[in-house]
């Protein structure tokens, strides 16, 4: 009798609640892709029917997220978040294979035209950059076009991070996403160097980074998912950090192959995570950040932050290198 009870109860909610999942995770990927693209690829009727089409329903438009279908979950509706070449990673400076340096090339420093679009999408606070973009960054002769930038953040451990450099974790990192410049529209998608990702680590300190400065001004004017606001274009050379370096590495940065670090967790991702110095927050900045909402609408910082935890290498080579290029 129990057992028969046990398999109506599956019966009657847990295939409700798959097929509730297996709709978020398709959209996911959906999602992904309407952060990424630039404007010139949607139109406005595209942009409309998919608003409305989501219009009253619960969380719309954010699916999965970091607590009631967190990132202990999505492998189970995302196969993709299973994968072996899965990101974040935890970066051992003692397990790093060392070059002097690599042909990166960018043209970041450049005085900017237009505006740029900040806004909060219920997963992280992102900056979109304008979709005729002239910046371009070149790498072992393949050219990359940015595309966005977001921070993942925990204003409440500190420890808000998705890579962790020898175990450590920082207050939030920062991550300019760009996509090959020969894939046009959603084809980034199906290749495997679709998209190249620089990280930065953000840490608590006496002044704000430039880059700091603006996601404060995020956490301020986007606070609540879906907000969004024009601002002044900036070149994008001013996110990088500058200064001494404050970490103890000899590496500039590393490079690994790995994947989004959300729904769908696609391996597409040239990662570049930034170890040579850090970026700095002050701390009385940093709390502006506890009051940023997700698309569930509770803390988007809060309850381990919008950050998933680091996984596993799986034999790959991670790259130190030691000459850097901004």
């Known amino acids: 009798m129990k057992l028969y009870l046990l398999l109506v109860f599956l019966g009657i909610f847990c295939v409700p609640c798959e097929s509730y999942y297996r709709e978020d995770y398709?959209?996911?990927?959906?999602d992904f892709i309407d952060m990424v693209v630039s404007d010139e690829d949607h139109s406005d009727h595209d942009h409309d029917e998919h608003h409305e089409k989501n219009k009253g329903k619960k969380n719309a438009g954010h699916g999965w997220n970091y607590l009631f279908s967190g990132p202990a979950i999505w492998g189970h509706f995302k196969?993709?978040?299973?994968?072996?070449?899965?990101?974040?990673i935890n970066i051992e400076s003692r397990s790093l294979k060392e070059v002097e340096k690599q042909r990166i090339t960018h043209n970041y420093g450049e005085k900017p035209t237009g505006s740029y679009e900040m806004?909060?999408?219920?997963?992280?606070?992102q900056i979109n950059f304008n979709g005729d973009t002239k910046y371009r960054l070149k790498k072992n002769g393949k050219s990359y076009t940015p595309l966005q930038v977001h921070i993942h953040f925990n204003p409440f451990t500190n420890k808000g991070s998705?890579?962790?450099?020898?175990?450590?974790?920082?207050?939030?990192?920062?991550?300019?996403?760009?996509?090959?410049?020969?894939?046009?529209?959603?084809?980034f998608m199906n290749h495997d160097d679709g998209l190249l990702v620089i990280g930065?680590?953000?840490d608590i300190g006496k002044n704000d980074s430039t880059a700091a400065k603006y996601f404060s001004n995020?956490?301020?004017?986007?606070f609540k998912p879906d907000m969004k606001k024009k601002i002044k274009a900036f070149n994008l050379a001013s996110l990088f950090p500058?200064?001494?370096?404050?970490?103890?590495?000899?590496?500039?940065?590393?490079?690994?192959?790995?994947?989004l670090t959300t729904p769908p967790c696609s391996e597409i991702v040239d990662w570049i995570v930034v170890t040579g110095n850090t970026l700095k927050i002050n701390s009385e900045t940093a709390k502006l950040f506890k009051d940023v909402r997700n698309g569930a609408n509770g803390p988007m910082g809060g309850d381990g932050g919008n950050n998933r935890p680091v996984q596993k290498l799986n034999k790959r080579t991670v790259t130190g290198v030691v000459n850097g290029f901004f």
């Open 26 to 30: 398709d959209q996911s990927t959906k």
């Open 79 to 88: 196969r993709t978040c299973n994968g072996r070449q899965q990101s974040p």
């Open 119 to 125: 806004l909060n999408n219920g997963h992280a606070l």
């Open 162 to 187: 998705e890579h962790t450099f020898n175990q450590n974790k920082y207050f939030a990192e920062i991550h300019i996403v760009h996509k090959r410049t020969r894939y046009t529209g959603k084809s």
């Open 200 to 202: 930065m680590f953000v």
């Open 218 to 222: 995020v956490a301020k004017e986007c």
């Open 242 to 259: 500058s200064g001494n370096a404050n970490f103890q590495s000899k590496y500039a940065y590393v490079n690994y192959h790995g994947s």
